[in-house]
């Protein structure tokens, strides 16, 4: 049984907590294995002779973080080995884990199963935090299915990904595509405000070390991720994200403290 935590790794990737989250229920649910922030350093190759492998990582503009690209094609695997992933999206999931199998395929691999769950969304510029009441429900409700997760899991079970309808799978996608070389110089539209006081936060939260400090504000150095971790756990609202996020309310996962996050951001981890 892959539920057997020395035979089981799960790797994940979080800017607001939604993904680590997930992956914690999920380990609850296979007997606590080992859990694995998705770190990359260098030209870093990552092995694993765990039987199971778990991927849990947020959708960015309708497919797969730069982060988890890099992670997968520096991973190796091999056939004997159960993998499969967790795409956490506010609702659509699209063709996320189609492009994450074909990137398996790419390496001689298979994808043994895939699934979305859905979660409060972060991305700020399209509307704040949801009223704490959806977010309730939607917690319960992924609760529900990790559980329904961790029995294909623990049965090793071969199931075609999760995806989304054709229309959205073609339509986003494409602009996924379009949008994915210039991610890393999305940050132009970051900056912080006369709330800032130098508190170092944001730098430190930064999955990718995207972010110093100048005179006690933040500096982006465009090799953004898109995760929206800098403003969403900036303690004094001070980070604003273009013209319109100053009112809006922000979101991380009310389970997921600081201390939490910053533990999953080794000093290398770019």
Same mark, same amino acid.
């Given at each position: 049984?892959? *539920? ?21 229920? @999920?380990?609850?649910?296979?007997? =606590? ?6 770190? @990359?350093?260098?030209? =870093?190759?990552?092995?694993? =002779? ?10 960015? +503009?309708?497919? @797969?973080? $730069? ?11 091999? =056939?004997?080995? &159960? ?6 999206? *506010? ?9 994450? #199998? ?20 972060? &991305?700020?510029?399209?509307?704040? *935090? ?9 917690? #319960? ?15 090793? #079970? ?36 006369? #709330? ?25 150095? $465009? $090799? ?6 800098? @403003? ?18 922000? &979101?991380? $996962?009310?389970? +997921? ?14």
């Amino acid at each position: 049984m892959c *539920a057997l935590n020395i035979k089981t790794e799960l790797y994940f990737y979080t800017g607001t907590g939604n993904s680590l989250w997930t992956a914690r229920e @999920l380990a609850k649910e296979l007997g =606590d294995p080992q859990l694995i922030p998705m770190t @990359l350093a260098n030209n =870093d190759i990552i092995r694993s =002779d765990a039987a199971c492998i778990g991927l849990i990582f947020p959708v960015h +503009i309708w497919g @797969l973080p $730069h982060r988890v690209v890099d992670f997968v094609k520096r991973l190796e695997l091999n =056939d004997s080995q &159960y993998g499969f992933a967790i795409a956490v999206n *506010a609702g659509q999931v699209a063709a996320t884990l189609l492009q994450l #199998k074909r990137i398996f395929k790419e390496k001689g691999i298979g994808l043994s199963s895939g699934f979305s769950v859905c979660m409060p969304s972060n &991305y700020i510029p399209w509307g704040g *935090a949801p009223a704490k009441e959806k977010q309730k429900k939607l917690f #319960k409700e992924t609760r529900q299915k990790i559980i329904s997760i961790a029995d294909v899991v623990k049965a090793k #079970k071969q199931q075609a990904p999760e995806k989304g309808p054709l229309w959205q799978n073609i339509l986003f996608s494409w602009i996924y595509k379009k949008s994915f070389d210039r991610v890393p110089e999305m940050d132009k539209s970051f900056r912080s405000d006369e #709330k800032c006081n130098g508190c170092g936060i944001c730098e430190k939260i930064c999955p990718v070390k995207n972010i110093s400090l100048k005179d006690d504000r933040p500096i982006w150095q $465009h $090799h953004c991720e898109q995760c929206f971790a800098c @403003l969403q756990w900036c303690p004094q609202e001070a980070i604003q994200y273009g013209k319109n996020t100053t009112k809006k309310k922000r &979101y991380h $996962h009310p389970e +997921i403290k600081l201390s939490d996050m910053l533990a999953c951001i080794p000093e290398r981890s770019r």
